[in-house]
């Protein structure tokens, strides 16, 4: 397979093609934009459909209407836009569609800016939106994973008909790597029996709602709702761990402050200062698991962030009091350079 | 002889009267010595016999509780 | 013996929800006789709002939707671009479409979306208990505005069928009236055209249909009719206000 040089936002969208999505709903905003740029140009080429949106409400909304119909189907956004979209999410997801969000996100809260953050990790994973639900998170740390990912996304959103969401951020969005498309393996998924095509009077019709006005058919479609999300917690966990063994000290990081961290792990081995590493590639379902693998041995744990801290309450989660837990943000924007991170590594191996 | 007939699904009734509005022979009251399965007073006709099968009782039902035949001659 | 009338065979056997004397029950009725007529239950996806027809997904006999409050034009854009040989149609109140979901109702008329809104004002929200609605007449109480509304407060009642017939991408806009037989069969007239012109790929359609509130208005379901008349159709004019062949104003 040959590499074929990408910038981030056009590899999500040719993914997106690839792994047989047909329609996206968007609407304009930073640093995103090159996504339904892409889309615009290339769904007609494929017979799919790009439609811009008067906002990002309307789109989510699209999104859902063409969710219901059958057919594979995104929207991206940045902070603020997915803030929007959380309306239409929680529908979609009460009422068991799938659908791919990309949300490369920017700093927060309110207008923010624009450049690379990682702020959006509650909006990701707790949602905005109303209810008991969950959305499947994806967060890649490179260009391959993109590709990867997005495509992967497709056949989870459809195998578990729930809204698949990729974070990623402004530097994810506007790199550019080598990225190969390999054949996906993909997943044997059902027919979609249950959506809205016109009955042609030969079945029964069927109807896309997520209202529930009896209080115990609304506690038994949530319930129904948790036994998916406790099966996607025990089987689409995904996570990376680095040198765990030997470490004094271990770092977790996802996303674009991963790679950063990666690089300070590896200085510092050379120095002989021995530092693992934990990296969510599912922000969810968390990989609480990684932790046990964590030894006795290490004098604690840093989780580093570019918000002033929201991953870690799932590290405090999975730690469950075992290690000192250490914090390491910038929430406006830069992301922390490699010296920066080993010179903290360092200090509080000092300690 | 009449030259229509109209059948009301009673318990579907929920006696809004607005068929006696529609009635151009004012043939339908309510009926306030009955109580139906939903608690209304169901609309019935008077006199069956003054009945055109025009259908105004029915299309301006909101429950789609009446059934309209018009007799051959 | 012939039978002239009986239940359209696009209703569900499901008994309405509505309370006595409200005229949705008539306009489910004849959104669907007119698809049923058109031969189109095989091909018609509906989209319940949410307020007072909230469950009409459970009363049309065709796929279905339930949109979020205001958003069904959305949802309508997404079902047909993906089937545009279905028939798309959204049905809403005058909170869903003239208040929270302005924006998605303009903006679809605005693409020509091939879509057909039913448009239900009855000047009032009447699943939340008869708060103000941005169709409700100056004057006209409601109980957020239990002094009746002023226009210096709250401005003018929005008049819909007007400003959607000055898109260009709106192919058909009626406005109709449920108050008497003779105006529900030009009603039913209304929604068919609209759906022919859908199925012929002209652009947006919609129908507004003046319809009662008894309830919420607090009188009976007879004299509500009559308070339709003689209040809500000297503001709220009938007639055609965009169409091929121009438009045709009454009174």
Known sequence: ?351 | MAKGKVVFDENQCKGCGLCVTACPFKLIEMDEKRINSKGYHPAHVTDLEKCTGCANCAIICPDVVITVYRIDK | MNIVFEKTKGLTDKTFHYCPGCTHGIIHRITMEAIEELGLLGKAVGIAPVGCAVFAYEYFNCDSYEAAHGRAPAVATGIKRVHPDCLVFTYQGDGDLAAIGTGEIVQAAHRGEKITAIFVNNAIYGMTGGQMAPTTLIGQKATTAPYGRDENHAGKPIMMSEMIATIPGAAYIERVAVNTPANIRKAKKAIKKAFEIQREGKGFTMVEVLSTCPTNWGMTPEDALKWLEENMMPYYKLGIYKSSEGSVING
């Open chain 1, 1 to 351: 397979m040959t590499k074929i040089l990408m910038k981030g936002n056009e590899a999500f969208g040719a993914a997106a093609i690839k792994a047989g999505c047909r329609y996206f709903f968007g609407y304009p905003i930073t640093p995103q934009n090159e996504i339904p740029e892409y889309m615009s140009r290339e769904l007609p080429k494929v017979g799919g459909c790009f439609l811009q949106a008067e906002s990002e409400i309307a789109a989510i909304n699209m999104v859902y209407g063409a969710a219901g119909a059958g057919a594979r189907v995104m929207t991206s956004s940045s902070s603020p836009g997915i803030a929007l979209k959380q309306e239409g999410i929680s529908y979609i997801a009460a009422c068991e569609l799938p659908c791919v969000i990309v949300n490369v996100s920017r700093g927060g809260p309110g207008l923010g800016g624009i450049q690379p953050s990682q702020s959006d990790y509650f909006q990701n994973t707790r949602g905005g939106g109303n209810g008991d639900y969950r959305t499947i998170v994806y967060a890649p740390a490179n260009l391959q994973e993109v590709v990867d990912m997005t495509g992967d996304a497709f056949d989870v959103a459809d195998q578990y008909r729930i809204p698949v969401i990729i974070s990623a951020d402004g530097m994810i969005g506007q790199m550019m790597e080598p990225v190969e498309f390999s054949e996906r393996k993909g997943r044997p998924l059902s027919p979609k029996n249950w959506a809205v095509t016109g009955t042609e009077e030969k079945r029964a019709p069927n109807s896309i709602n997520s209202l529930y006005i009896v209080h115990e058919e609304l506690e038994k479609h949530n319930w129904r709702l948790d036994s998916k999300h406790k099966a996607i917690e025990k089987n689409e966990v995904q996570y990376e761990t680095y040198q765990l063994q030997d470490a004094e000290l271990v770092v977790v990081a996802y996303g674009t402050t991963s790679r950063v961290v990666r690089s300070a792990v590896m200085d510092l081995r050379k120095e002989g200062i021995n530092i693992g590493l934990i990296r969510p590639k599912t922000l969810w379902p968390f990989p609480y698991k990684a932790f046990d693998e964590i030894s006795e041995k290490v004098k604690g744990i840093l989780t580093v962030e570019m918000s002033t801290g929201q991953m870690i309450d799932d590290v405090r989660i999975a730690n469950n009091g075992r290690f000192p837990i250490h914090f390491m943000g910038s929430p406006g924007g830069s992301i922390p350079a490699a010296e920066v991170i080993s010179e903290r590594i360092k200090s509080i191996i000092r300690e």
